[in-house]
């Protein structure tokens, strides 16, 4: 290539990495963000069809870590690369993935659609993995026409699932599945328990409220409704979520 043409090549990646104003820094005083952001630039100069990358976001901070991913995504849309990423944030990878893939101990355990790894988990260890917080075991002691009910200790969880009446199980709920109100009320939800509050735990804007009903159950509520709900340890609240909010998946060796 032609000098002016590298020219012209650098300043077109600076610009779209957003460091423009910054070519004639001395790399050194550049931030952990900064530094990713060249990094990038320098893989993706030559418009590569494919670009590999190993924890793009890894120890930066929340801002840094909102430009690589904007950034990442613009690599897609403008050269239409094929990336294939590793992380550990399993909310980045639902935010940037069209695939993924969960690889566990050098084996690829599950792939496909985001929403099916993270709402349909192929087995207990899965589900851990992917941040499924509420796995409960219990025993299937009814199934009509593919409605089953479970026995979690006493409590019956309703479900939609192919296994038969015995066969032991683990409930999969997600905590963003699951709605909390102060008294009982008339909902298309089919389960619904009482509950007091064990424990709430500041995430951000979010909190996560634990729940004893006998078994435990973790959900996720904003901040606002939080206070406005006076959601606070020891408070009774009912908690309900649909039959089809719940993913059953055979017990390990059951």
Do not use: W
């Amino acid at each position: 290539m032609t000098k002016g043409n590298i020219r012209e090549k650098v300043s077109n990646i600076l610009e779209m990495v957003d460091l423009s104003a910054d070519r004639n820094r001395n790399a050194r005083t550049l931030s952990g963000g900064e530094v990713q952001r060249v990094a990038i630039a320098r893989a993706i100069v030559t418009e590569p069809e494919l670009l590999l990358l190993d924890e793009p976001t890894a120890n930066l901070d929340p801002i840094s870590t909102s430009r690589i991913e904007k950034l990442i995504t613009d690599i897609i849309h403008r050269y239409h690369t094929t990336i294939i990423m590793a992380t550990h944030d399993m909310s980045q990878g639902q935010r940037l993935a069209d695939r993924i893939g969960v690889l566990m101990d050098g084996e690829l355990l599950q792939a496909g659609d985001p929403r099916d790894v993270f709402n349909s988990p192929r087995n207990r260890e899965i589900a851990n993995f992917v941040g499924t917080e509420n796995i409960i075991d219990g025993v299937i002691v009814s199934n009509e026409d593919k409605v089953v009910a479970i026995d979690i200790g006493g409590n019956l969880i309703e479900a939609i699932s192919d296994y038969p009446v015995g066969e032991e199980v683990c409930v999969c709920i997600r905590p963003e599945d699951i709605t909390l109100a102060l008294s009982r009320i008339s909902t298309s939800a089919r389960n619904s328990f009482m509950g007091e509050i064990a424990r709430v735990v500041p995430l951000g804007s979010l909190r996560r409220i634990e729940i004893d009903c006998g078994f435990s159950l973790s959900v996720l509520v904003t901040e606002k409704s939080t206070g406005e709900l006076g959601l606070e340890k020891g408070r009774q609240v009912y908690a309900s979520f649909k039959a089809t909010g719940v993913h059953v998946i055979k017990r390990a060796g059951s």
